[in-house]
């Protein structure tokens, strides 16, 4: 069986809490109190939704001691990848015909005792979805909880996928600025790699909505959801200052806390200058599996100081200066190379650049309007509630002969 984790990759990726013991010790015997900043992150067990994964389904098929009595209707059984190994995968059968969707909570292949484990799902265009499973395991010490959607796809009946809706969320302090920290693991019980995190300012919570990040702009909740979630990196440089990361799970919280560590360091950096201007938020992320790094830059100036390393351009966020508008992103993928003895230049950003491509299909005219950087990425925007349909004009011989609108879509 084999696990897909959909990222859409903003940041970077993860610091493995299985290294832990020996890493962790090694990073606090190097640093000083006051570098190790230490935050707990209280349970939530709803509203989170950003993490999904898909669920491959082949080769899966489970044979239960005792289940109950299906006739002669249509059951897909197998197994969720659940857990840090194959001894806590949740065994399941899908009832299809009736839209019931039986888990062998106490994984003893009896899936006619387990009273909490039975749910019914709703189908809409052969996709049958079940919202609000409710899973527990213990990892060390400590009982987590999770709740998650499951939809399964039934023209093929060979995938699923998962959105874990909980996680832990808390205010973190770092360098005299308060943030809004939000993790979601993918029920394996190690902040790695395949989990996700949103990092923002610290807003009250009726004004979170509004200003994500820093952005005092009306943002979706979807849209944060999917544009400024990041994979958890090994270390993270924000604000000036590099944190190698580190997560365990307390029972400080009913459904189990989760305790988050920022240890400051100080790698050997580098100059990278910005030849562009408006960015509101820019991240780079390193390409190595093994030792992935994140550097965030909020509202940075032309020349910024950070760890020397080889990065990506992961995503770049420009202020289109209008309310109606909001901010324009892209996830351009362009290499950059940062040295400790000579400074690195990043075309990225502003001025922008509008250009339109018209191609012929018979007697169709398809039309593609483009935003382009400094760089030469593309930018779409983050927001389109409430803004009128494009406009065009068509001129031949600068005689306009025909104009008309779109709509978005």
Not at 12 to 17: D, G, I, K, S
Not at 142 to 154: E, H, P
Not at 165 to 178: F, I, P
């Amino acid at each position: 069986m084999r696990r897909f984790v959909y990222i859409f990759y903003v940041g970077a990726a993860v610091f493995l809490y299985g290294a832990t013991a020996c890493s962790a010790v090694s990073a606090l015997s190097d640093s000083t109190p006051e570098s190790i900043h230490v935050f707990q992150l209280p349970f939530k067990d709803d509203g989170l939704s950003i993490l999904y994964f898909d669920i491959l389904l082949e080769n899966t098929e489970i044979e239960f001691k005792k289940e109950p009595d299906f006739g002669n209707r249509e059951i897909i059984r197998g197994v969720l990848p659940t857990g840090r190994n194959k001894s806590e995968n949740m065994c399941f059968a899908l009832d299809r015909p009736e839209g019931i969707l039986y888990l062998d909570e106490n994984r003893n292949l009896d899936i006619t005792d387990d009273i909490s484990g039975v749910y019914r799902g709703n189908e809409l265009n052969r996709v049958i979805s079940f919202r609000d499973i409710q899973f527990e395991f213990t990892h060390g010490a400590t009982a987590v909880r999770y709740s998650v959607d499951i939809s399964f796809f039934l023209y093929d009946n060979k995938s699923c996928t998962m959105i874990v809706r909980s996680g832990w969320q808390g205010t973190v302090v770092l360098d005299g600025k308060q943030w809004t920290l939000t993790i979601s693991d993918n029920l394996d019980g190690v902040i790695g790699p395949d989990d996700m995190y949103l990092l923002t300012p610290f807003r009250e919570p009726e004004k979170q909505q509004i200003d994500v990040f820093f952005f005092k702009r009306n943002i979706t909740k979807s849209q944060n959801n999917t544009l400024y979630k990041m994979p958890v990196p090994y270390s993270l440089f924000l604000d000036g200052h590099q944190y190698d990361l580190d997560f365990r799970f307390e029972s400080f919280e009913k459904g189990g806390g989760l305790t988050a560590v920022f240890t400051e360091t100080t790698p050997p950096a580098g100059t990278l200058i910005l030849d562009g201007t408006n960015i509101s938020r820019l991240v780079l992320e390193t390409s190595e599996p093994e030792s992935l790094a994140a550097v965030v830059l909020d509202s940075p100036g032309t020349t910024v100081t950070i760890p020397a390393r080889s990065y990506v351009v992961k995503n770049v966020f420009i202020d289109s200066g209008n309310n109606s508008l909001g901010l324009f992103y892209s996830s351009p993928m362009l290499p950059v190379k940062v040295t400790v003895d000579n400074p690195a230049h990043l075309p990225i950003g502003s001025p922008l650049i509008h250009t339109a491509e018209v191609k012929r299909f018979g007697s169709t005219l398809a039309m593609t309007y483009c935003i382009k950087g400094a760089g030469g990425e593309l930018y779409d925007q983050t927001k389109r509630d409430n803004l009128s349909a494009p406009k065009f004009t068509v001129y031949h011989n600068n005689r306009k002969i025909a104009s008309g609108s779109f709509r978005y879509g």
